[in-house]
């Protein structure tokens, strides 16, 4: 008789020798695979009306649970698989259930649903002992529980981990927030006498994390609808951000909460942008470079002859650098609400990916795809220096507070740390992120680097030279 495998799940963990245990089961509901030590039985149980999320043996293996899409929760006799109660009588819960775990003792059920909430249930009484009302919105939907000694937690759909209060239901104890889409950029600011590290991500949401302790949320409102492709915090304390939802966003960094005021619509959409002081902000669009004044567009150059994709300002504030899918960085003068191109073409070794002044605008740096940095010297002509090292296109670059050393990031995964004075000392940090190519990177000072990545992670590393 021919078999198909649809799917494969996870068998369970033995927690009693010598009887019977389930190995597998149908997502369809209706069959489960159980051993009783000497062969494999496939055994017909057909309550459940829906996809079965999820089965756990209870730890001292007396008795088996069963949650379904359904909202039923069903216990079962572990050594003969007889059906025991259903808990909750008609439904445990108004939604699909997609996990369930049981207490150290075997007493109690924690499940988690696709109405919002979590439950912790009296297996012995079939009775709710707490509801744990988890928000309002779709993210809100629970997809995973853990009971683990005295913690109980749970995941949210939007991907945020949550310690139940069992003495207080209505708010959890802790949540662990943080991105889960890849982070396309970063940037970072002291507020308040302390580092934070401000990530945006695929998905529009934007985080900020305290550097020392890790600690993160997002901020507060709706803002962007798109990903976040790049940020900058300007001489006010607010944080510039361009997105793929045709936007520039000014949020304050003292309120973190964003605001319809704050927010510029463009006519095409942005890839970077770059702040200068007295209000003056560069944003580069597909085939537009927009100029902004004090969270207005005051000037535009269309159709530029060749496709802009980067930017960055000198820190005086008087000349733009934007680099060009050509592999030239073209320079412009700020006059007021107008830019003038200055006929300066500065050639890189390939098509630009970023652009970066050094902090005493002495120096400008440029990263391209042909896996090559040239330094340009501002004072000296614009003399140059490459620095070689990445097997593969280089992304980002960001320079350290000292003006002396700057950082790289690559599809190679690779981030060098490069020192000005001399290309051949450099500090490699091979596999920086492994799942994915370094995305962004900027630092917190002169020994503190900060990477993330498409792996939706952001690292801190301590460079010593």
């Not at 799942?435 to 301590?462: N, Q, R």
């Amino acid at each position: 008789m021919p078999y198909e495998i649809k799917k494969v799940f996870a068998s369970l963990p033995q927690v009693e020798r010598g009887v019977s245990k389930i190995i597998g089961g149908d997502p369809k509901g209706n069959n489960f695979l159980y051993t009783n030590g000497k062969c494999v039985i496939l055994r017909n149980i057909d309550d459940h009306s829906r996809f079965v999320n999820c089965v756990r043996f209870s730890p001292d293996g007396n008795r088996f649970a069963t949650a379904s899409a359904d909202g039923q929760i069903y216990i079962y006799d572990g050594k003969t698989g007889e059906k025991v109660c259903a808990l909750g009588g008609s439904k445990a819960h108004d939604g699909g259930i997609y996990a369930i775990s049981w207490s150290p003792d075997s007493t109690h059920l924690l499940s988690a649903s696709g109405d919002k909430t979590s439950k912790i249930w009296d297996v012995s009484v079939n009775s709710v002992v707490s509801t744990f009302p988890m928000g309002s919105t779709v993210l809100d939907q629970q997809l995973g529980c853990l009971w683990q000694k005295d913690h109980l937690l749970s995941v949210s759909l939007s991907g945020y981990i949550n310690y139940l209060d069992r003495n207080n239901p209505s708010k959890p104890l802790h949540v662990i927030k943080g991105h889960s889409k890849s982070i396309q950029c970063l940037t970072v600011h002291k507020n308040g006498g302390k580092s934070y590290i401000y990530s945006g991500s695929h998905d529009g949401h934007i985080n900020y994390w305290d550097s020392e302790t890790g600690e993160n949320d997002s901020f507060a409102g709706k803002g962007h609808t798109n990903q976040v492709s790049r940020m900058t915090v300007d001489e006010s304390g607010q944080l510039i951000s361009c997105s793929m939802d045709d936007t520039v966003r000014y949020t304050s960094l003292m309120l973190r909460d964003y605001s319809g005021q704050g927010v510029v619509k463009l006519d095409v959409q942005p890839k970077c942008v770059a702040v200068g002081p007295g209000g003056y902000a560069v944003v580069v669009c597909i085939g537009q470079i927009v100029l902004l004044k004090d969270q207005r567009k005051c000037f535009s150059i269309d159709n530029p002859g060749y496709e802009p994709e980067v930017v960055a300002v000198h820190p005086g504030g008087d000349t733009v650098a934007i680099g060009g899918v050509d592999g030239n960085v073209r320079l412009y003068s700020i006059l007021g609400t107008t830019l003038k191109d200055e006929g300066k073409l500065l050639e890189a070794k390939g098509p630009v990916t970023d652009v970066a002044y050094s902090h005493d605008g002495a120096f400008l740096a440029v990263c391209d795809a042909s896996k090559v940095v040239t330094v340009f010297s501002v004072a000296d002509g614009y003399s140059n220096n490459v620095f070689y090292g990445h097997h593969a296109k280089i992304v980002c670059l960001a320079w350290s507070p000292d003006n002396e050393h700057f950082a790289s990031g690559g599809m190679d995964m690779m981030v060098y740390v490069w020192t000005l004075s001399d290309p051949e000392t450099r500090v490699k940090i091979q596999d920086a992120h492994r799942l994915h190519h370094v995305s962004s990177l900027a630092w917190l000072d002169e020994h503190t680097l900060v990477t993330t990545s498409h792996d939706a992670s952001v690292k801190e590393w301590t460079i010593t030279y």
